[in-house]
């Protein structure tokens, strides 16, 4: 009987992202306070001078675990250039591409709200830039609609704040939660509910 064929060694590369990965996990679960470098090593399986052969420090680390999710950025190109189309269309376009990319990714919010309690300025600002050009598109949209009469005057900061709020708390109630009172109405259909809300608060009866 052979013996086993032995485990393939991984190059430099394969070592780093699997480092990365796991952090990636950890940091999502515990922030970047709770996790240590025992822990980190203890679950890739390697020792403390292979992963500081990689990464300079923990906050090496957590850096290149945010470039790897900013490698990922929601692109909303092909929802926003698409030709006669309306407000509504792009809206309901624009939100859809950001559900999924945080339902395909939860660890990004588990990260993002872990940073706000943390009070990391770097984490803090690479989330707010995630929400960027959703926020800047509803406000421009918003004060032209506003400018033509096809919807009633407001605050456009505000209108953008309260929607954007909404949508976050569909995601945090099917990311976060194990279990949710809306356990049976799926994470489109709220989205959608929500959406049909908001047009009608902002469009004159």
Same mark, same amino acid.
């Given at each position: ?20 990965? #796991? ?8 922030? &970047?306070?709770?996790?240590?470098? +025992?822990?980190?090593?203890? /679950? ?6 292979? =992963? @500081? ?11 290149? #675990? =945010?470039?790897?999710?900013? $490698? ?8 926003? #250039?698409? /030709?006669?189309?309306? &407000? ?48 800047? @598109? ?10 033509? /009469? ?22 945090? =109630?099917? $990311? ?15 989205? +959608? /509910?929500?959406?049909? =809300? ?8």
């Amino acid at each position: 009987m052979q013996d086993a064929s032995p485990t393939k060694r991984l190059s430099a590369e394969e070592r780093r992202t699997s480092i990365i990965e #796991v952090a990636k996990h950890l940091f999502a679960r515990s922030g &970047f306070h709770g996790v240590s470098i +025992d822990e980190i090593v203890k /679950e890739v399986g390697v020792s403390p001078a292979i =992963l @500081y052969r990689h990464f300079k420090s923990k906050d090496e680390l957590y850096e290149s #675990v =945010l470039h790897e999710f900013s $490698c990922t950025r929601e692109s909303y190109v092909e929802t926003v #250039v698409a /030709e006669d189309i309306g &407000f509504e269309q792009v809206l309901r376009g624009m939100t859809t591409v950001f559900v999924n990319s945080i339902i395909n990714q939860p660890d990004l919010l588990k990260m993002e709200m872990h940073s706000q309690l943390e009070g990391n300025t770097a984490s803090q600002e690479f989330f707010l830039n995630r929400w960027k050009s959703f926020t800047d @598109y509803i406000e421009y949209n918003l004060s032209e609609l506003i400018n033509h /009469e096809k919807i009633k005057p407001m605050n456009v900061e505000a209108a953008s704040l309260i929607y954007q709020g909404m949508i976050r708390e569909v995601l945090l =109630l099917k $990311c976060l939660r194990p279990t949710d009172r809306l356990t049976d109405m799926p994470i489109d259909e709220i989205v +959608d /509910e929500i959406i049909n =809300l908001f047009l009608k608060i902002i469009t004159p009866a």
